[in-house]
């Protein structure tokens, strides 16, 4: 059983910064993609940041330039760095990893519980 565990989040004022951690713990053979999403009220879920095995990165348009994701595997954590943060980054940022359990399965993705990020002064 893997679970993934989120950290980080608050309240912040327009210009601040948060730095948000996901662990993942359990039975972990390897894992593949690492990333968060963010969910506002009254919209859909969106990708806010993607980062590789291989160290690929992909970013939204709306947080390039002021975000930042980045991991360890040997804590199989990843870390989403957020700068210059604005009203409209308020939102529930969920983390996501792709992940096998065994070198013979096929890897499945698991989702941290959330946490709230609220940006205003």
């Known amino acids: 059983q893997v679970q993934l565990v989120e950290s980080g989040g608050g309240l912040v004022q327009p210009g601040g910064s948060l730095r948000l951690s996901c662990a993942a713990s359990g039975t972990i053979f390897t894992i593949y993609a690492m990333a968060w999403y963010r969910q506002a009220p009254g919209k859909q879920r969106e990708l806010v940041a993607r980062?590789?095995?291989?160290?690929?990165?992909n970013y939204s348009n709306s947080v390039k330039g002021r975000f930042t994701i980045s991991r360890d595997n040997a804590k199989n954590t990843v870390y989403l760095q957020m700068n210059s943060l604005k009203p409209e980054d308020t939102a529930v940022y969920y983390c996501y990893q792709d992940i096998a359990w065994d070198s013979s399965v096929r890897a499945q993705g698991y989702w941290g519980q959330g946490t709230q990020v609220t940006v205003s002064s």
């Open positions: 980062v590789t095995s291989l160290g690929r990165l």
